[in-house]
């Protein structure tokens, strides 16, 4: 039985629909802190901060696979950092916990671009450079990785992890990151709206598209347990542009579609991550590969946006 922590999130909503294809409707449990009435299927509220409550439903399912997708974002994580911090790791520190006791086979504890901070190369970044980012989401991210790492190495969870890049897709709304500008801009080009973008025009971030990180989740998960050599997180990559680049992209459907300008703290953010990303790890030890370019992922996600907004694409 598998349990998903977040599971109403950006990635969760997506990823529990795949896990519900590939393992059957009746051996996935949704968990999430907010109530979905849609949702069809194994569903419990829950609060990953509440330790009791998050091993009650353990116990109550038999859970033997727990992807844990809660957290605060980078740029939320800066409006009340402390309460941020406490989140983040009293989330992990619970999963960790309740794992170890209720003998979890296999956990998915996701990391981020947000580890890097302004001492790593920018440029390719390498998977084990001096890790000082400069946000609390980055922090928490840094510190999870290590936690994540201990428990494999003395207790043997079998715990594996991701560092994603900015994910992009047309199920689900990101919130409150610094990467979120990429899907929103899509929503906004699609209504024929003007899109005001809170990162200059030449900030270049790492990104990928959300089949390629739904299937990059799925295939380390899947892999046989003696290729997962990294037991912190790994690099993961796609593609790499800069907002004006994105325009482009999308101009080449919506030639009318304007952008203006006007960077916030968010820019500090985005400046102190990488704008691209050495993954070779993740491809040498478990055959990773992403799918998808810019171009590609425009299509798909104004074909797709057009259809729920029931506008014909131009
Ligand atoms: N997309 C995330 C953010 O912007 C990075 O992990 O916070």
Request: hydrophobic share 35%; glycine share 6%; with cysteine.
């Amino acid at each position: 039985m598998i349990l998903i922590i977040g599971a109403f999130g950006q990635l969760g909503s997506v990823l529990t629909q795949k896990l519900q294809i590939k393992w059957g409707v009746n051996r996935v449990v949704a968990s999430d802190i907010t109530v979905n009435t849609n949702y069809k299927g194994l569903y419990e509220q829950l609060d990953a901060t509440n330790y009791k409550a998050l091993e009650q439903i353990v116990i109550k399912y038999r859970i033997t696979e727990i992807y844990h997708l809660a957290a605060i974002l980078s740029a939320n994580g800066e409006k009340d950092p402390l309460r941020s911090w406490d989140i983040n790791m009293t989330s992990l520190l619970n999963v960790l916990e309740v794992s170890r006791t209720q003998r979890i086979h296999k956990i998915f504890y996701p990391s981020s671009i947000a580890v890097f901070g302004p001492n790593a190369d920018s440029v390719n970044t390498p998977q084990s450079p001096n890790l000082t980012p400069e946000t609390i989401y980055g922090m928490s991210k840094v510190a999870g990785e290590n936690w994540v790492n201990y428990y494999h190495k003395k207790y043997g969870l079998d715990i594996r992890s991701l560092r994603y890049p900015g994910i992009i897709g047309y199920q689900s709304f990101p919130g409150g990151g610094t990467t979120d500008y990429a899907v929103d801009i899509y929503h906004k080009a699609i209504k024929n709206e003007h899109f005001l973008c809170f990162l200059n025009s030449s900030t270049q971030l790492p990104m990928m598209f959300m089949d390629d990180a739904i299937r990059a989740t799925i295939e380390l998960m899947d892999a046989p347990k003696e290729k997962i050599t990294v037991r912190t997180s790994y690099n993961l990559a796609s593609m790499s542009f800069t907002p004006k680049e994105l325009v482009k992209s999308i101009q080449k459907y919506y030639p009318n579609f304007k952008i203006t300008y006007q960077p916030d703290s968010r820019q500090n953010i985005a400046n102190s991550w990488p704008k691209s990303i050495d993954d070779s790890k993740a491809r040498v030890d478990w055959g990773w590969q992403s799918y998808f370019d810019l171009d590609q992922m425009t299509k798909i996600m104004i074909e797709k946006l057009s259809e729920y907004y029931s506008i014909a694409t131009v």
